[in-house]
Antibody, heavy 120, light 113 residues
Framework: QVQLQESGPGLVKPSETLSLTCTVS??????????WSWIRQPPGKGLEWIGY???????DYNPSFKSRVTMSVDTTRNQFSLQLNSVTAADTAVYYC????????????WGQGSLVIVSS | DIVMTQSPDSLPVSLGERATINCRSS????????????LAWYQQKPGQPPKKLIY???TRESGVPDRFSGSGSGTDFTLTISSLQAEDVAVYYC?????????FGQGTKLEIK
């Protein structure tokens, strides 16, 4: 069974960098069939796709985040990561990682989510 | 970006009754080469991640009860729950994956009347 688990600091100061890692089990991030996404959900609000990464390192970022976001993949640890720079209170959200089968595909497996609060 | 608009925002329905949620995209999500609509529906319960219910606009995910069905094409889509059960109380989202950035509707909160 595929499982994804987010991890990282739950509190980040304004202007600093938010860093999260998604650990995948039951599936290899090196599989050429899958794309690995980050999605966020501010408290009480809807879902926003941040972007995804392919195992070879190619990425597609939402232009809303493009200047601030970096995604990477670590095939040796079967993980992929998100970095979001220059955060503000508006970046407070539950961050989910997810898997899609193909570059234009729905998200079929989701992590449980990681709440990140931006506050001094 | 493709804008996804759901209606209504909130939907009170009696147990056993039909629930209908609509989703409209700002441009067509029908890929002409394969005649598929790149549209998914998700269910999200409090404190949980979204769960995929429907993909290709009308294909039910394995294990999803058959009271859930999807319909529509092009820019207009519908999620129907034929007979509402208590466990169906949740927020429902549509999502287009026709092009990046992938975008979601604002959500419809389904509750018991």
């Amino acid at each position: 069974q595929v499982q994804l688990q987010e991890s990282g600091p739950g509190l980040v100061k304004p202007s600093e960098t938010l860093s999260l890692t998604c650990t995948v089990s039951g599936n290899s991030v090196s599989s050429g069939s899958y794309y690995w996404s980050w999605i966020r959900q501010p408290p009480g609000k809807g879902l926003e796709w941040i972007g995804y990464i392919y195992y070879g390192g190619s990425t597609d970022y939402n232009p809303s985040f493009k200047s601030r976001v970096t995604m990477s993949v670590d095939t040796t640890r079967n993980q992929f990561s998100l970095q979001l720079n220059s955060v503000t209170a508006a970046d407070t959200a539950v961050y989910y990682c997810g898997r899609s089968y193909g570059s234009l595909s729905e998200i079929d497996f989701w992590g449980q989510g990681s709440l990140v609060i931006v506050s001094s | 970006d493709i804008v996804m608009t759901q209606s209504p925002d909130s939907l009170p329905v009696s147990l056993g009754e039909r629930a209908t949620i609509n989703c409209r995209s700002s441009q067509s999500v029908l890929f002409s080469s394969n005649n598929k609509n790149y549209l998914a529906w998700y269910q999200q319960k409090p404190g949980q991640p979204p769960k995929k219910l429907i993909y290709w606009a009308l294909t039910r995910e394995s294990g999803v009860p058959d009271r859930f069905s999807g319909s529509g094409s092009g820019t207009d889509f519908t999620l129907t729950i034929s007979s509402l059960q208590a466990e169906d109380v949740a927020v429902y989202y549509c999502q287009q994956y026709y092009t990046t950035p992938f975008t979601f509707g604002q959500g419809t909160k389904l509750e018991i009347k």
